[in-house]
């Protein structure tokens, strides 16, 4: 096990009818701006929960957080918060209104410039505190302190980490996931199944069996509730199992000691960045992809994880563990194949020659160049 040290201080508040708490978690006097997305929240009840518990404070809104935030719309609510005088954000919604939210609260107190370097490497120095009411489990980011944000303008989509930009509180209250589409329910399985995979699956093997177990428990979980969640989509205990593994699949446990991938992330977010397919439809693609050109390096871990979540053992075993993954995303309705959504040789070169021009090297041993990224979606066609 490598060397880690680890500190999350996200206070969680879980369960039905939790919303009103957050009166609580705000500090007493706060100017308050609520941010939210395109309206999902008027629809579900959730806005009326959030507004009744804000009786007490002096508060605005900002609405029309696209998903995948654009730069250009935080800048707008970072406009807004200087104007005002707002001291503490609420996010309502999903993971890219709470992103789109992190980089707000790291922007309104960026001094050195334009913002955007936040995404180009520049140091955050200070943030406005913020807290959420995540409505969309996948993400992680209501335990995690990472964001990504898409500058519309030049098609980049970036992320970005910082010790300041954790939630001081999220409420998980999974009661609201009930009015999710069934697109989203089940990108938001395929979003976290990926984040366990970017953390699990290297060359790492039987070093860091905790995390391994914890990892598999992630997974079995998704697996089990997934299906049953687009079949069920208001029975609470499923939810609720989804909800609290989405967060656990990119909260920082598991990462602890362990190599990481994010090879599937960064290729996804350059598909996204270019033809505007969901966050989980891009991973669903590259993913299988990924375990097949690197079955090598990764083989041990596939075997394992064939053998854990899908009962697969014997001949063949990496083999029928790649296809189970496809099937299971095939299964929760996620396509797996760039022509499922109309691309092909083009997006593949472009999406290999932007990551070129970035000088990143990919994958827990660096190894995967621009000609692997290329091999790998050229098999995803
Ligand atoms: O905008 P509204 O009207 O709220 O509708 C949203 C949106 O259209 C809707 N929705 C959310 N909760 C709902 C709901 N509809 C009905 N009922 C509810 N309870 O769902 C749509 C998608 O929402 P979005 O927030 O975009 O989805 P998600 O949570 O999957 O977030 C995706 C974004 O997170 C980034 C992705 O790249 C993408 O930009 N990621 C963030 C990470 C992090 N911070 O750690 C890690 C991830 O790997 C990921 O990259
Ligand atoms: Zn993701």
């Known amino acids: 096990m490598e060397n880690f040290s680890l500190a999350n201080p996200v206070k969680i508040i879980f369960g039905k009818d939790t919303i009103k708490n957050i009166a609580n978690e705000i500090p007493q006097g706060s100017k308050v701006l609520m941010t939210y997305g395109g309206g999902s929240i008027k629809k579900n009840g959730v806005y009326d929960q959030a507004v009744k518990a804000l009786s007490g404070f002096e508060w605005y809104e900002f609405s029309g957080i696209e998903p995948n935030p654009h730069y250009e719309t935080c800048m707008k609510a970072v406009a807004m918060i200087k104007e005002k005088g707002i001291n503490f954000i609420l996010s309502v919604g999903g993971g890219s209104v709470l992103d789109a939210t992190k980089f707000i609260s790291a922007a309104v107190c960026f ?3 334009d913002p955007w370097m936040i995404l180009k490497g520049g140091k955050i120095k200070k943030a406005m505190s913020f807290g959420d009411i995540i409505t969309l489990p996948a993400t992680g980011s209501e335990m995690n302190n990472g964001a990504v944000i898409t500058r519309a303008e030049t098609t980049e989509k970036l992320a970005f980490a910082s010790p300041l930009t954790y939630p001081k509180f999220s409420v998980l209250d999974p009661t609201v996931t009930y009015s999710l589409p069934p697109r989203q329910t089940a990108n938001g399985v395929v979003d976290a199944f990926v984040h366990v995979m970017e953390q699990y699956l290297t060359y790492n093997e039987g070093d860091s069996l ?11 979980t998704l697996v089990a509730e997934g299906p049953k969640a687009l079949k ?32 599937t992330h960064m290729i996804g977010h350059e598909i996204t960045a270019f033809y505007g397919l969901d966050h989980a439809q891009t991973l669903a693609i590259v993913l299988p992809g990924v375990m097949t050109v690197l079955k090598e390096q990764k083989g041990k871990k596939i075997t394992r994880l064939g053998k854990e979540v899908f009962g697969i053992q014997g001949d063949d075993a990496i083999d029928k563990t790649i296809k189970a993954v496809e099937d299971f995303f095939e299964s929760m309705g996620v396509k797996t194949h760039l022509s499922d959504y109309g691309l092909g040789d083009e997006a593949i070169i472009k999406v290999a020659e932007r990551l070129a021009s970035r000088g990143w090297k990919l994958g827990e041993r660096q190894n995967i160049t621009p000609d692997v990224i290329k091999e790998i979606l050229t098999i995803r066609k």
């Open 111 to 113: 001094e050195e410039g």
């Open 210 to 220: 905790l995390q391994d177990n914890m990892a598999e428990a992630i997974v079995k």
């Open 232 to 263: 069920e989509p208001t029975n609470y205990d499923v939810r609720a199992n989804l909800m609290w593994a989405s967060t656990w699949a990119l909260n920082g446990w598991i990462a602890c000691g362990v190599p990481e991938d994010w090879a």
